[in-house]
Nanobody, 122 residues
Framework: QGRLVESGGGLVQAGGSLRLSCAAS????????MGWFRQAPGKEREFVAA????????NYEDSVKGRFTISRDNAKNTVYLQMNSLEPDDTAIYYC???????????????WGQGTQVTVSS
């Protein structure tokens, strides 16, 4: 079993930065690949970024490449999403996800967090 709890969302002006955190609990989840998704109002949930357990592999959605950085601290069972140069189109609820490998994180995660709201004002 596993549990994911996101934090760090909030309101920021365009061009600003936020860092999201996702704390994972449960023995299984501690060895999983992790990822971030987002869902804007009226839109489907979409993939944002993912990272393997060893941090050796990272994937990003094209629109966030160069602006967002995913990282993890396995000693703290925590994954981070550093978001820079934020744009109003980044406004969404951001969800943390976990799965046995990075491909599964992108397609069919085993676990989801409850989400944290990010709002970027213009």
């Amino acid at each position: 079993q596993g549990r994911l709890v996101e934090s760090g969302g909030g309101l920021v002006q365009a061009g600003g930065s936020l860092r999201l955190s996702c704390a994972a609990s449960g023995r299984t989840v501690s060895t999983y690949a992790m990822g971030w998704f987002r869902q804007a109002p009226g839109k489907e949930r979409e993939f944002v970024a993912a990272i393997s357990w060893s941090s050796g592999i990272t994937n990003y959605e094209d629109s966030v490449k160069g602006r967002f950085t995913i990282s993890r601290d396995n000693a703290k069972n925590t994954v981070y999403l550093q978001m820079n140069s934020l744009e109003p189109d980044d406004t969404a609820i951001y969800y943390c996800a976990a799965a046995p490998n990075i491909l599964r994180v992108r397609t069919t995660p085993n676990y989801w967090g409850q989400g944290t709201q990010v709002t970027v004002s213009s």
